[in-house]
Nanobody
């Protein structure tokens, strides 16, 4: 059974940090690219970060560059999103997405709350 399970969200004060995790099972994770998306209430889903299957290539939306780092550990079938210097505008549901030849898989999301 294919699964992507996010964790690590929560309530953090502005300027704080969180590390989100995306644990994969049921498919060959190392062959899939990973993307983190976020969606805030009333807003469209936004691509936050991308990492290639081997981890050698990453990309970020401008609003998080310098504050977020995407990484993966293929031995653990897990991807991460380290978020620092969090701002109220970062508050959203964060979801991971794995994309490969066999399809696209989504996790259920994890809530990040940053009060203003």
């Amino acid at each position: 059974q294919v699964q992507l399970v996010e964790s690590g969200g929560g309530l953090v004060q502005p300027g704080g940090s969180l590390r989100l995790s995306c644990a994969a099972s049921g498919f060959t994770f190392s062959s899939y690219t990973v993307r983190w998306y976020r969606q805030a209430p009333g807003k469209e889903r936004e691509l936050v970060a991308y990492i290639s299957s081997a981890g050698g290539s990453t990309n970020y939306v401008d609003s998080v560059k310098g504050r977020c780092t995407i990484a993966r550990d293929n031995a653990k079938n897990t991807a991460y999103l380290q978020m620092n210097s969090l701002k109220p505008e970062d508050a959203a549901v964060y979801s991971c997405n794995a994309r490969g030849k066999s399809g696209i898989y989504w996790g259920q999301g994890t809530q990040v709350t940053v009060p203003s």
